[in-house]
């Protein structure tokens, strides 16, 4: 049986990564975006913005996914306005299907803010207990996670598919121009580092220094979306998704170091702003993405240090419990150490950094 995907935010890590497992597996992809010139040439492109529905609805008029992954997010000045304007970028894909009835199954990816709130509440309130399960209920903020996930369990009852939802805490894979993208631009800052001489300091708060916490890698979260689409026992199921292993940074960080052939600089005893250390070097990055015939010239383009300094900036500990996901059947795993080492090693013989 041939498998028809629709993929929202296909040019993004997550999307991109899904993509790639989902093609790999036989199916057929059509990838959603308002830029789809980094779209891989397997999947099917389909240049449209979700806050338009009449061009959404032209630009989906010839196709019937039997599919549909939410892997993309659009960012507004307050959390009210994130939760309007992400939740109708759902509503707007169901409604613009031209046969709604050949949809199976469609996959929603959130994260560990469904456990922290939004990032402006992150130091509000009781700090969170870890680790994160499913079975927590929703915090008493607004949260555009939230907002979606009613979206999606309406359509689901009123279209007559299965859904599912997925937890990843910081994903770490490949993608160029997206959002949120620590790996890169941990890689970012630390080939300036070299190239400068600019110490190679943690950014994040001593609660993230020291503290046991854990990431996803970008392949793991496609595979726990591609099992609980495919498999009964992961549909109308939400699941947390990390690697499945547990490190501290203040162990990790010297590791990274060591790959870029650079010292980590002890460790400032507080949070400093990645954002604030990368501002203004874009000449310098230019620089040296001449001098090392690199391919994209542009800072802002490969480093997200606002989102950087959100994820490693947090005041409480983060861990998260994947026994629902084992105990329903998926049994991905991923080294993080590998994690990192596989996107460097990726993004150098993409001649993204020297």
């Not at 997206?178 to 080939?191: D, E, I, K, Q, R």
């Not at 590791?255 to 400093?272: H, Q």
């Not at 802002?300 to 950087?308: I, M, V, Y």
């Not at 947090?314 to 998926?330: A, H, I, N, Q, W």
């Amino acid at each position: 049986m041939t498998h028809t995907a629709l993929i929202i935010g296909a040019t993004g890590l997550v999307g991109q990564n899904l993509a790639n497992r989902l093609v790999a597996e036989g199916w057929t992809v059509y990838g959603l975006a308002r830029r789809i010139e980094a779209l891989p040439a397997t999947v099917l492109p389909i240049k449209a913005d979700t806050l338009d529905p009449q061009g959404l609805k032209a630009a989906l008029a010839d196709i019937a996914p039997s599919y549909v992954f939410f892997t993309t997010w659009t960012r507004r000045e307050t959390e009210r306005e994130n939760c309007i304007a992400n939740a109708a970028m759902l509503r707007n894909v169901f409604e613009a299907l031209p046969r709604p009835e050949a949809l199976v199954h469609a996959a929603l990816v959130t994260g560990l803010k469904h456990y922290l709130g939004p990032f402006d509440a992150y130091a509000k309130g009781a700090p969170p207990v870890t680790p994160f399960r499913e079975s927590m209920g929703r915090l008493d903020v607004e949260n555009f996670y939230y907002a979606q996930e009613d979206v999606l369990f309406e359509a689901s009852r009123s279209l007559n598919f299965t859904w599912s939802v997925h937890r990843p805490h910081t994903v770490i894979g490949f993608a160029i121009g997206n959002l949120m993208n620590m790996g890169t631009t941990l890689a970012v800052y630390a080939s300036l580092c070299r190239e400068t001489g600019m110490p190679f300091v943690f950014p994040g708060s001593p609660t993230q220094w020291n503290a046991l916490t854990d990431v996803t890698d970008a392949r793991q979260l496609a595979s726990q979306i591609h099992w609980a689409s495919t498999n009964p026992a992961g549909r109308n199921q939400a699941f947390n998704v990390v690697n499945g292993d547990v490190f501290r940074w203040s162990s990790l960080w010297g590791e990274l170091a060591n790959w870029f052939g650079i010292e980590a600089a002890p460790y400032p005893g507080e949070a400093t702003s990645l954002e604030a250390l990368l501002r203004g070097k874009e000449d310098v990055w230019a620089a040296l993405a001449k001098k090392h015939d690199l391919v994209e010239p542009e800072l802002n383009r490969l480093a997200s240090p606002w989102h950087t300094d959100a994820d490693l900036g947090r005041p409480v500990e983060c861990v998260t419990d994947m026994t629902k996901s084992r105990l329903f059947g998926f049994t991905g795993y991923h080294d993080t150490r590998r994690s990192f080492a596989d996107l460097f090693t990726l993004l150098q013989a993409r001649k993204l950094i020297p």
